[in-house]
């Protein structure tokens, strides 16, 4: 049985198998694939600490690298379901089971929809959640990006770099994004702000034609040729644990060691209840965690 099992290979979970590794506990780290992490999404990241700007998806490779050199296993699998034992747990993946004494979730969050029409339809067609994944379809062309926080401030900046014009579409007229990505956003000059208005509707038969707004009292189209969504996160619970403490927006309640209220059971990362969610507090859980299953 392992001493450590570790749902989640983002920075929290490949952290948290550093420090485990590193107090002699045994330790493996089951993961979905790095498409689905967070940090791959972040196409420049000047915030941690060590390197003055790095891509998400370059910094993650440095965090696998020094991992996988501690001889810690990273394995491409994605858990469906979990259950308590009376030493532990037993994780399952579709074909496979492992054992475990103590069990971190890492699975960190993802994207929330708009929720509005046409939005599924046209799915694929020019309706994307990553700008650094799909950007590249709309060279020269026109798209929208909706929502407030850094996910969308940081998309427009990045699409505003080869796209003809980044509408960036707001339904109030304060950004929950970090005031030094509103100021670079505004310094370019094919960002347009739309503020105070709502979305009502995604425009097109095939493919993306456009956005249905509301701003105030008036209804009109702004024309573009993609929408990226970025209107919030949702944690990645895809499985549920019997009796596990949850906030009301489904965050894992965590003490300072990041221990659930389960014995045994931990929570790491962007998946905990918490003020910040960056990488380098995603990392440094790592540290605390190990730190509560020491005290155990
Ligand atoms: C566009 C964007 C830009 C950002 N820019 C910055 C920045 O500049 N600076 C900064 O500090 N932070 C930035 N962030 C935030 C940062 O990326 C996250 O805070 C950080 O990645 C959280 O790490 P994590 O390990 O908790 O989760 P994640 O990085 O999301 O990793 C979670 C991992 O769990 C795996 N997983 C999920 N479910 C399962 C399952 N059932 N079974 C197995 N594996 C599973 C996923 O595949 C993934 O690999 C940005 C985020 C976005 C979206």
Do not use: W
């Amino acid at each position: 049985m392992l001493d450590v099992l570790i749902i989640g290979g983002g920075p929290a979970g490949l952290s948290s198998a550093v420090y485990a590794k590193r107090a002699g506990l045994s330790v493996t780290v089951l993961d979905k694939g790095a498409s689905e992490c967070q940090i791959t999404k972040a196409t420049e990241v000047e915030n941690y600490l060590g390197f003055k700007s790095i891509s998400g998806i370059d910094l993650h490779a440095q965090f696998v690298e020094h991992a996988k050199s501690q001889e810690i296993p990273i394995i491409k699998k994605s858990v469906v379901s979990v259950e308590k034992t009376e030493e532990g747990f037993k994780v399952f993946t579709k074909k496979d089971e492992f054992e475990c004494k103590h069990l971190i979730l890492a699975m960190g969050r993802s994207h929330k929809h708009l929720g509005v029409e046409g939005e599924d339809r046209l799915a694929g067609a020019g309706v994307s959640y990553c700008a650094t994944c799909d950007g590249f379809f709309f060279r020269s062309k026109m798209v929208s990006v909706i929502g407030g926080g850094d996910s969308a401030v940081s998309q427009a900046i990045y699409l505003s770099a080869f796209c003809e014009k980044v509408y960036l579409i707001h339904r109030r007229d304060e950004f929950r994004a970090a005031n030094y990505l509103v100021e670079r956003a505004r310094e370019k000059n094919n960002i347009e702000f739309v503020l105070n208005a709502t979305v009502n509707e995604i425009l097109g038969d095939n493919c993306v034609a456009g956005v249905s707004i509301t701003q105030g009292e008036e209804t009109r189209t702004i024309a573009c040729d993609g929408v990226f969504g970025a209107v919030g996160e949702k944690p990645n619970m895809s499985f549920v644990i019997d009796g596990l403490n949850i906030s009301p927006q489904g965050q894992i309640i965590t003490d300072k060691y990041c221990r659930t209220n389960i014995n045994g059971l931990y929570a790491v990362g962007d998946i905990r209840d918490r003020d910040v969610y960056q990488i380098i507090t995603a990392v440094a859980d790592g540290a605390l965690v190990v730190e509560g299953i020491l005290k155990e």
